[in-house]
T-cell receptor, first 114, second 118 residues
Framework: AQSVTQLDSQVPVFEEAPVELRCNYSSSVSVYLFWYVQYPNQGLQLLLKYLSGSTLVESINGFEAEFNKSQTSFHLRKPSVHISDTAEYFCAVSRRAAGNKLTFGGGTRVLVKP | SQTIHQWPATLVQPVGSPLSLECTVEGTSNPNLYWYRQAAGRGLQLLFYSVGIGQISSEVPQNLSASRPQDRQFILSSKKLLLSDSGFYLC?????????????????FGPGTRLTVT
């Protein structure tokens, strides 16, 4: 079985400052990796994903995440946050060649302050 | 394009009453379907998933049940609600994938149902 750990439950950050959300996973098999964002009282939206190839993946709104196999990590970063980035962020993994069940981390709540 | 609907958006029910939450997907066929619960201040807990009509797998023993009467319809039910059933319920779907592509597809989430058991 796999597990996902998001080390920070809350991250306060000032507007235009950088932010990093940490995600570590454990799995005995190869995995696919995902970051989802949840705005208040809404469902989850896919932010970005790593399937294969380049270990650095980017989203259309300035986030990026890097897959590090040796450290079993998939940290999410943004060089300059906006007020609208205030949300909860979830890291998730699925096992390759298995079913599409996702294992989610506990989530990191990002509060962007003006 | 595909869309996923959930209703109702909010629900307040007394302890011991029945529950029925519905989820439907449009624009795709034979999707995998999922029910999650998100309790206040906690992450997502997978409750049920389904790979086809009438095929339901339960992840967590509880007083909830799920059914899939049609290819793109997924229903979450309870005969008698408990206070601990309060939470935000999310339905999701994904492409099924076969062989080496299992696990490859992301899940798409509905808008959720906020359930308060009083």
């Amino acid at each position: 079985a796999q597990s996902v750990t998001q080390l920070d439950s809350q991250v306060p950050v000032f507007e235009e400052a950088p932010v990093e959300l940490r995600c570590n996973y454990s799995s005995s098999v190869s995995v696919y990796l995902f970051w989802y964002v949840q705005y208040p009282n809404q469902g989850l939206q896919l932010l970005l994903k790593y399937l294969s190839g380049s270990t650095l993946v980017e989203s259309i709104n300035g986030f990026e995440a890097e897959f590090n196999k040796s450290q079993t990590s998939f940290h999410l970063r943004k060089p300059s946050v906006h007020i609208s980035d205030t949300a909860e962020y979830f890291c998730a993994v699925s096992r390759r060649a298995a079913g599409n069940k996702l294992t989610f981390g506990g989530g990191t709540r990002v509060l962007v302050k003006p | 394009s595909q869309t996923i609907h959930q209703w109702p958006a909010t629900l307040v029910q007394p302890v011991g009453s029945p529950l029925s939450l519905e989820c439907t997907v449009e624009g795709t066929s034979n999707p995998n379907l999922y029910w999650y619960r998100q309790a206040a201040g906690r992450g997502l807990q997978l409750l049920f998933y389904s790979v086809g009509i009438g095929q339901i797998s339960s992840e967590v023993p509880q007083n909830l049940s799920a059914s899939r009467p049609q290819d793109r319809q997924f229903i979450l039910s309870s005969k008698k609600l408990l206070l601990s059933d309060s939470g935000f319920y999310l339905c999701a779907w994904s492409h099924a994938g076969t062989g080496s592509q299992k696990g490859y597809y992301e899940q798409y989430f509905g808008p959720g149902t906020r359930l308060t058991v009083t």
